[in-house]
């Protein structure tokens, strides 16, 4: 092999050596931390017409960390979508069993009917591809199958609200170059989502709010301060919840 050759390769290898090089270092360094409640991924706030509300995605990013699914993304945003609103809601989890959003043609399948009654889906997803440096345009190809999927069984004035992949830079489980590179992985993802959602008008994006960006994030086992994240970012993709058709 020639050296052009050899540069060439240990290019196109390097990503993918650095990402599960970054994912095993970030998962061992939070690995205190890496509980997920084991109750009932559903519940209710009473209320009069009620909203059912839909989570889909990577449990990392909804449950990790905390001991029951009442202190999970799902569960917040509900709170703060009645206090908004005044209306009941009905929310729920389904989870993509590896954390990919390659799982999700599976996920919708077996979530048809729940999908049917939903009025608002939220999809959280990413870390894990981005830490596993997925191609772009197959992170683009997914999202506008998981939409195209969604809009055929949602009702017309449904809503879809699509997390942007937190910003890994800020990640203080990684080391400086590791959090650069995963950074700008993750943002890159983000883009591609943007401009899937462009072709569907019941979906929009929500970035990262800049209130959990100021400083380096070091849960360190902490439940508190991993339902404090949900509970923000929560309220973050609630007043982003466009008012319906």
Excluded at 28 to 34: K, L, V
């Amino acid at each position: 092999m020639s050296a052009i050759a050899r540069t060439l390769d240990h290019v196109i290898r390097a990503p993918a050596r650095l990402a599960r090089t970054t994912e095993f270092f970030f998962r061992r360094a939070d690995s205190m931390g890496d509980i997920y409640p084991d109750d009932n991924r559903h519940g209710t706030v009473p209320g009069s017409d009620v909203d059912r509300v839909l989570f889909l995605g990577e449990a990392g990013q909804m449950s990790l960390g905390v001991r029951t699914h009442q202190l999970s993304m799902a569960a917040y945003f509900a709170r703060h979508h009645h206090a908004a609103s005044g209306r009941g809601v009905e929310w729920s989890i389904e989870p993509f069993p590896n954390a990919r959003l390659a799982d999700a043609p599976s996920v919708l399948a077996a979530s048809e009917d729940a999908i049917r009654r939903a009025d608002i889906v939220v999809v959280v997803v990413g870390i894990t591809d981005a830490l596993r440096v997925v191609r772009p345009a197959i992170w683009e190809e997914g999202i506008r199958d998981t939409l195209s999927t969604l809009t055929t069984m949602l009702a017309a004035d449904a809503r879809i609200l699509l997390a942007h992949i937190p910003p890994l830079d800020n990640a203080g489980s990684l080391s400086r170059p590791a959090r650069v590179a995963a950074g700008r992985h993750g943002s890159a993802l983000n883009r591609r989502t943007d401009i899937a959602a462009e072709d569907h008008s019941q979906a929009v994006c929500v970035s990262f709010p800049e209130e959990l960006t100021r400083a380096l994030w070091r849960p360190e086992s902490d439940q508190k301060r991993y339902s404090n994240t949900y509970d923000i970012w929560a309220a973050h993709m609630a007043r982003n919840l466009p008012d319906p058709n």
